[in-house]
């Protein structure tokens, strides 16, 4: 009778918690071992819904990190210009040196092509150090930048009215140059633009809606 007990306690255990069980239990032994077998298919269950609970966590924690930035990235790009005279070609709110603190990260090309990286404090705009880059692009950069008229300062301004925006960087690959900007909502969605040069009207980047549409259907098969 006792034996009964313990078998429809495990196994109710085991339905209520999403796992499964099996219970042979024939002596006292069997007993504790049925028991064990539940506890700890009932324990790895649990493990694995905190993990998708630290999971989510951490998307939600990157998405409040990002909106509740009080400097803007047009506000970090002229910081950093005043701190390194310039150009800013790219600015990028991103974990410093993968710690937990977010930092707005500005790339300055100087007037003797020296590339240098601004660190600015997303709270208070704050320079928080720099330090000189090695990049092998100055060239196309300074080409694809001639006889433009929005700075990388504007074209943040001009995206802005999408969302939030986390970057901002000059592609000047390809035939159509452009600044290019992520912007993020407060719900974590990130959406891709391109801001023209010459007149600051910012578009859908279609390549990214082509690269959704290709995941999407990668999904489905």
Known sequence: MKRNIVIAAVTAAALIGGGTATALATTGDDQGSARQAATTQLSNDDVRDDQDDAGDRDDRDDAEKTVSADVTASEAIASALKHTSGTAVSAELDDEDDSAKV???????????????????????????????????????????????????????????????????????????????????????????????????????????????????????
């Open 103 to 221: 930092v707005w990260k500005v790339d300055v090309l100087s007037g003797d092509n020296t590339w240098h990286s601004v660190s600015v404090d997303p709270a208070s705009g704050k320079v928080l150090g720099a330090h000189t880059d090695d990049e092998d692009d100055t060239a196309q950069v300074r080409a694809a930048l001639k006889g433009s008229s929005v700075t990388a300062e504007e074209a943040a301004k001009a995206a802005a009215g999408k969302g939030v925006v986390t970057s901002v960087d000059l592609d000047e690959d390809g035939k159509d140059k452009s600044w290019e900007a992520e912007t993020r909502t407060s719900a974590g969605a990130e959406k891709d633009w391109k801001v023209d040069l010459a007149s600051g009207k910012v578009t859908a980047d279609r390549s990214d809606a082509q690269d959704d549409d290709a995941d999407d259907v990668d999904d489905q098969d």
